[in-house]
């Protein structure tokens, strides 16, 4: 038999010996959130409801609390649960292969939603539906380096979560954009956990260090909330975000399109909050016939301006997040 029929074979097997014949309807799925330490994270949780309910999903949500020894016995109680799938959203990149075993010796399929994680193992899970996090750093550096071109522009940095793929990704595509500009300097870059209150607490200490703020010509936040953080922060300072200093930041959640309107934030980086819709669809096909998905089912990520923010904001601000 030659190799490829060989693989084939291998890859469907270990397919069917996780197949069974629930429908999306029947199913019970287990999915560790991280917690809610941002707009974007609460968003996702809420559209994770409505997407189960639609196809009438039972969809148990454990709150980790940040914390991934929460998510470790999260998942551990689902496989003692017998779920038909397992959704993790892994607070960090490393440290995840055991328990991932666990789950695939119960033949439980999982998902890895908006993060990825590092493993030489990639049979530990079943497709990871996520944005490309690399690219979203790029976004926001090219958009800084033509909005600076020719002009010399120190940044600060809030970094998100400190070992989460994110903040790793995020911190490396906005680093390679700016790379060949010399113009624009990272002068500091500190994580801010993705959360609004230590955006603020980290922008008020580089505010302090930097002249007043006055040595500071743009802030790239690795999400909004973080920036929004930034931008009260800059704000007590006396400065005019967005003006004084320019504001990029990434997720596109109703508060920053607000800040954008306002004229406080000039730029963000689309990341959907509906990671939980692409996952049950794998999950169901996959459950129904075997059909295996992609490693990595990629979501869009999109740059917006000023320009459309109002317009943005009325279309999302009630969608509860
Ligand atoms: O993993 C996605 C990131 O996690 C979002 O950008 C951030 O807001 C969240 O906390």
């Known amino acids: 038999m030659s190799t490829r029929k060989l ?11 996780f197949a069974g014949a629930a429908a999306a309807a029947d199913m019970t799925i287990g999915f560790s959130q991280i917690g809610s330490e941002s ?23 454990a709150d980790a609390q ?15 649960q017998g779920v038909d799938a397992i959704f993790v959203a892994p607070v960090v990149a490393t440290g995840w292969d055991d328990v991932l075993g666990e ?23 079943l497709t990871a539906v996520t944005s490309d996090t690399v690219h979203e750093g790029a976004v926001a550096g090219e958009w800084l380096a033509k909005e600076v071109a020719g002009k010399d522009c120190n940044v600060v ?43 603020k607490e980290v922008m008020e200490s580089f505010i302090k260090a930097e002249g007043g703020g ?28 967005g003006t004084d200093i320019l504001m990029v930041s990434i997720d596109a959640v109703p508060d920053i399109f607000k800040a954008m309107a306002d004229g406080e934030a000039n730029a963000t980086v689309e990341l959907t909050p509906n990671m939980a819709g692409p996952a049950f669809d794998a999950v169901a096909a996959f459950k129904a016939d075997g059909t295996v998905p992609p490693k990595w089912i990629q979501t869009e990520s999109k740059l917006y301006l000023p320009d459309t923010a109002q317009a943005e904001y009325e279309a999302r601000k009630d969608l509860g997040y």
């Open 103 to 125: 789950a695939k010796d119960a033949e439980i399929p999982v998902v890895l939603l908006d993060r990825t994680i590092d493993t030489k193992d990639d049979s530990l899970y």
């Open 157 to 199: 940095e809030l970094q998100g979560t400190v070992g989460s793929s994110p903040a790793i990704n995020r911190k490396k595509g906005f680093d390679e954009a700016i790379a060949s500009h010399s113009n624009i300097k990272l002068i500091r870059s500190q994580t801010g956990d993705f959360t609004r209150t230590k955006g």
């Open 66 to 80: 940040q914390k991934q020894e929460n998510q470790i016995k999260a998942i551990r109680s689902f496989i003692a």
């Open 214 to 241: 006055k040595n500071i010509c743009a802030v790239y936040a690795h999400n909004d909330d973080m920036q929004i953080g930034a931008i009260q922060a800059i704000k007590e300072a006396g400065l005019k975000p």
């Open 39 to 61: 707009g974007w994270r609460a968003a996702e949780t809420s559209v994770s409801k409505i997407e189960a309910e639609k196809r009438g999903i039972d969809l148990k949500i």
């Open 7 to 17: 693989l084939l074979g291998a890859v469907f097997s270990c397919a069917l010996s």
